[in-house]
């Protein structure tokens, strides 16, 4: 088994003398080669440590591996919150199925396969959902807006401008808080300083006015 | 949203030890024993009573040797493959039996097509039958459920799969074991009709089973 033949081969430079010129060249070696079968050693320790109970183990292990479950999250996800999400989801079921750790065999790809199998599942997700749904851009939240629906440049609305220019000041006050603004006649009260039998009055003529104005300019 | 730190802080915790799960094959041996137990429970009440007479038949014994190996090499490759670092290909374990069996269903339908005798299908043993069938896949599948509850997050359908073959080879032993089915038509519905049912079942409802047993942190975060 390879993975056998491996460790015997990580052992080697640990228990040769460290002053002899052969062992300073197999651990030189050994760390040139394959820097990550070392983490692959520790961390299958480790990982037999957590499944014992160590907690202080099972953190440094999640600590250690989170930056290359980030590495193999960015290449599949772009989104940088997306990629945050998807290495939680991977830290999950590390976890739920620690017991599926069998510490003989190498940990890399254990957690490869686990890492692979969820980031697949999120993107089939994303996918599924991205088909059915479709996301909010800033063209539609534009139109909720009220500025967005005030049509000023209609020409329509320049007609009613000009028109509404032609009445008394009073009566222009008042058909401009109580039907363009919308206010209500006490509010509009409260804010012209007039009274409200007044301001119905004022709207009344000023609505009369508005429509001779008008009928006038659609027959011409 | 949780950040990283404090989710790995959290689970470190809060751990618990584990139990490490038991080799693959230890896992399919027990599950093994399970099923020779149900299927002795079942031999209690009776076997067919040409069983010897028609086990001399090599079309059948090789049939019947077939499925059981079909039984057996399917629940192997589902615990293998129900870890996350084991190759894909075990799912080819079973296929060879899977194609001797099918075979010798097939040879039988063309070379010794026994029609239904002159009763036609009698009540009593259809009955019978699906007794059998549900006494054995019932409590078969939910074994292998529960057993196979860690694969949830990985590949559910897979398994699931794998998992529905073993338990439908074994129910078809079972089936050929207990009854007498020499029509081809019942053999055919026995033996195929059931592997496709409970194949089909384990794909359909496989994933939201899983869901059901899942590891329960997974739930929480869904």
Redesign the interface.
């Known amino acids: 088994m390879t993975s056998g033949r491996r460790h015997r081969r990580g052992w080697l430079t640990l228990v040769g003398d460290p002053s002899s010129p052969h062992a300073a060249g197999l651990r030189r070696a050994s760390a040139d080669e394959a820097p990550s079968l070392r983490y692959d050693v520790d961390w299958s320790i480790l990982m037999a440590r957590a499944q014992e109970g160590d907690g202080v183990a099972y953190r440094r292990l999640l600590e250690e591996v989170t930056p290359y479950l980030r590495s193999l999250a960015a290449r599949r996800h772009s989104d940088a919150s997306d990629v945050e999400d998807a290495i939680q989801d991977v830290l999950l079921t590390v976890h739920a199925i620690r017991n599926t750790y069998d510490p003989t065999r190498p940990f890399g790809p254990w957690l490869v396969a686990i890492a692979n199998r969820r980031l697949v599942d999120r993107l089939r997700r994303q996918g599924r959902m991205r088909s059915r749904e479709t996301a909010l851009t800033a063209a539609h939240e534009t139109f909720p807006a009220h500025q967005a629906n005030v049509d000023a440049g209609t020409s329509e609305g320049r007609v009613l401008e000009r028109a509404l220019e032609k009445l008394p000041p009073g009566q222009r006050q008042a058909v401009r808080l109580l039907k363009l603004e919308e206010m209500s006649l006490k509010e509009a009260a409260a804010a012209s300083g007039a009274s409200i039998a007044s301001l119905k009055v004022a709207t009344h003529r000023a609505l009369r006015k508005l429509r001779k104005i008008l009928s006038i300019r659609s027959d011409a | 949203?949780?950040?990283?730190?404090d989710?790995?802080?959290s689970?470190?915790?809060n751990?618990?030890?584990?139990?490490?799960?038991r080799?693959p094959a230890t896992r399919a041996a027990c599950w093994l024993l399970l099923a020779a137990l149900v299927l002795a429970l079942l031999a209690v009440s009776g076997i067919r009573p040409d069983l010897t007479q028609r086990l001399r038949d090599p079309t059948f014994a090789v049939g019947m040797a077939a499925s059981l190996l079909t039984g057996i090499f399917a629940a192997s490759a589902a615990f293998l493959i129900?870890?996350?670092?084991r190759s894909r290909l075990w799912l080819l374990l079973p296929a060879p039996m899977l194609i001797v069996w099918l075979s010798t269903i097939g040879y039988q339908c063309l070379t010794n097509w026994v029609s239904l005798d002159a009763d036609g299908i009698h009540l009593g043993e259809t009955v019978r039958c699906f007794a059998t069938l549900t006494l054995t896949s019932l409590p078969l599948s939910l074994a292998m459920l529960v057993m196979l509850r860690?694969a949830a997050?990985?590949?559910p359908t897979t398994v699931t799969l794998m998992g529905s073959l073993a338990v439908a080879a074994i129910t078809a032993t079972a089936l050929s074991l207990f009854h007498d089915l020499d029509a081809t038509v019942m053999i055919l519905m026995w033996n195929l009709g059931t592997a496709v049912l409970i194949v089909g079942l384990g794909g359909m409802l496989g994933r939201r089973m899983f869901s059901w047993v899942?590891?329960?942190?997974?739930h929480q975060?869904a």
Not at chain 2, 1 to 5: D, F, Q, S, W
Not at chain 2, 15 to 21: D, E, F, S
Not at chain 2, 82 to 85: I, N
């Open positions: 949203m949780i950040t990283t730190p989710l790995i802080g689970l470190a915790a751990l618990k030890p584990v139990r490490r799960l080799p129900s870890l996350p670092d860690h997050p990985l590949r899942a590891p329960r942190s997974l975060r």
